[in-house]
């Protein structure tokens, strides 16, 4: 039995999806029920906040997890990056209010759940800020004057268009990453690596589709 860490909400339903596509889904599974482990495919799954997967990993309670390259880069774990699953697809960006043009006279006021990747982007383009930390509906604070422009991950642009907000700069691309314990990885090289090969072999198939 492997033990699999998914993370909840958009990115964990499209990863367990192309699991159950791919053998390993459960019986058990149901998109409204709240149980939080369930298993099937030689495969027992947890539901846990997207910000947890790595901790579940790195200590070993999960052999293998999946996790966006956002939550990655803002919460370093010792767990082993061992694929990029090529989907969940999407930018970590800066955005302001239409027209907004930074003055440079002042730290650039920066509103952001994903602290210390803004803090890493900023430096390297050498800009001095000033962090807004929130947790969620971060778009509100340019619109709401707490902050200059937002670091951000944007999927679809809508959440921007439909507050007034465009695209300033992008900082790096993300995607759906597999992390694997690296003791469970010398152990259960087999088991995991076939799992993360039969998925990749059924994204890259749907990704290539005309
Ligand atoms: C994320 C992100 C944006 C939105 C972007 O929020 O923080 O608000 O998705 O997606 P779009 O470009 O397709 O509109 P999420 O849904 O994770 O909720 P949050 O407000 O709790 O961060």
Redo the contacts with the bound molecule.
Sequence with gaps: MINVALPK??LGEKVYSVLDRSGYGSKEYSADSRKLVFSGGGVSYFWVKPSDVGVYVDTGAADMGFIGKDILGEYPCGAYELLDLSIGK?QMCVAGKKGFEDGFSRPLKVAT?FVNSARRYFSSVGREIEIVKL?????LAPVLGIADVIF???????????NGLEVIARAFPISARVIVNKSAYKFKTEEINAVAEKLKGIVNYENNQI
């Design positions: 909400g958009r999407c759940k947790n969620g509906s971060v778009e951000d991950v944007v999927e679809t642009g809508d959440t921007l268009r439909e």
